[in-house]
């Protein structure tokens, strides 16, 4: 059964350094989803692509937080400089279209910041 | 904005019973859909059960149905029969209808534990 797949699965970094995180969605899915995830929180999206284009980011705080999905496939979301506030799991998910209502969850990154 | 409420941080269950977890939402909007995810420790959040919110008819997976009642913006889960691999973090999630956002709403959650 295809999976999203998600490394590192862990990540220890201290503050002011930097950090990323790498999605591979479902092959053929065209939408992708990062979400963070805080301890004793729901997921909240911080950025959705469809295919290579930023579709909503308006969560993402970008004066340190970029993503990109270069070739429409793969993603890598980036924390320059990380925070402890950071510390989370960030999830990824993706799934065939924008209209589809199923999203497909990958087993998250969880990041800690010391 | 919406919004998803799970009021119970925590609940637990014999092996065998049923139980039900419950979620508010708020909208403005008319049709949307709802969904129950199921996040076990260390394992990725897969979908329980969905509900659109133009059917009447309560969606039902298996020992996993809903209570869907949109007046009162309710949207609770149970899950009967109980079992040991049930047990897991629960969310509620919104999701607006077709040509809005496509996020999806979650609330903060509810940990079920089983009892054998």
């Known amino acids: 059964e295809a999976e999203v797949a998600q490394s590192p699965r862990y990540k220890i970094t201290e503050k002011s350094q930097a950090v990323a995180f790498w999605c591979d969605p479902i092959?053929?899915?065209?939408?992708l989803y990062w979400y963070r995830q805080i301890l004793g929180q729901g997921p909240e999206l911080l950025v959705q692509f469809q295919d290579e284009s930023v579709v909503d980011d308006s969560q993402l705080p970008k004066d340190r937080f970029s993503a990109e999905r270069l070739k429409g496939v793969d993603s890598t979301l980036k924390i320059q400089p990380a925070e402890l506030g950071d510390s989370a799991m960030y999830l990824c998910a993706s799934s065939l279209t924008r209209d589809s209502y199923e999203q497909y969850f990958g087993p998250g990154t969880r990041l800690t910041v010391t | 904005a919406q919004t998803v409420t799970q009021s119970q941080p925590e609940m637990s269950v014999q092996e065998a019973e049923t139980v039900t977890l419950s979620c508010t939402y708020d909208?403005?909007?008319?049709?949307?859909?709802l969904f129950w995810y199921k996040q076990p420790p260390s394992r990725q959040m897969i979908l329980v059960i969905r509900q659109e919110a133009y059917k009447q008819q309560n969606a039902t997976e298996n020992r996993f149905s809903v209570n869907f009642q949109k007046a009162a913006k309710s949207f609770s889960l149970k899950i009967s029969d109980s079992q040991l691999g049930d047990a897991a973090m629960y969310f509620c999630?919104?999701?607006?209808?077709?040509?809005?956002?496509?996020?999806?709403?979650f609330g903060k959650g509810t940990k079920l534990t089983v009892n054998p």
């Open positions: 909208t403005s909007e008319s049709d949307y859909y």
């Open positions: 999630a919104y999701r607006s209808p077709r040509g809005g956002s496509e996020k999806l709403v």
């Open positions: 092959s053929g899915h065209a939408t």
